[in-house]
């Protein structure tokens, strides 16, 4: 094969990826999903200043940020804003023994591999990928996620582009 034909391959390939990551964006995914508690992050964020990574521990440590445990959530509530609708329901699920079945905003097709570990390691704010948080009162995909935003961040920041970095 020669090397224009490669090039032609891999330029095709990459538009292939590229048109299919915009679809799925586009077509694929709730952008504000109902959920099961009409949870603030403005509150907690914004309001009360609550690190991301209070609640969402894993984020620092693993591929996935993580949804914070009913008993993470109570552990606030068992102090303040019970006379809230929000909490009260929070409360039925601890009482009930039972998670809360959130569902989920941000999502990657299952052919890209993204893990949170390096991106809170070296620094990147969580607002670069999902938006202004603190200041929604419903969590959005504020933010488009796809290989041109992703590709482009890693070039501004000298991180590697080899496709095996995000395509396992």
């Known amino acids: ?24 964006t586009a077509y694929g995914r709730t952008k504000a999903p109902e959920q099961p508690i009409a949870f603030s992050h403005k509150i907690h964020a ?12 894993y984020a620092r440590r693993s591929t996935v940020a993580g949804i914070p445990s009913v008993a993470r959530c109570i552990g606030c509530h068992k102090v303040t ?38 991106h809170v390691l070296k620094g990147i704010a969580c607002e670069s990928c999902h938006g202004p948080v603190e200041r929604m009162e419903k969590v959005t995909e504020a933010v488009t996620l796809n290989m041109e935003r992703c590709v482009t961040c890693h070039m501004e920041r000298k991180a590697s582009i080899d496709c095996w970095t995000c395509h396992k």
């Open 1 to 24: 094969m020669t090397r224009i034909n490669q090039a032609v391959l891999l330029i095709s390939v990459l538009v292939i990826l590229v048109l299919g990551g915009v679809l799925l």
């Open 46 to 57: 914004g309001d009360f200043k609550i690190a991301c990574e209070y609640c969402h521990s």
């Open 81 to 118: 804003a019970l006379d809230k609708p929000e909490v009260k329901k929070l409360a039925d699920y601890w009482n009930r023994k039972e998670p809360i079945p959130w569902v989920k905003v941000f999502d990657q097709p299952d052919f890209v591999y993204f893990s949170h570990q390096p």
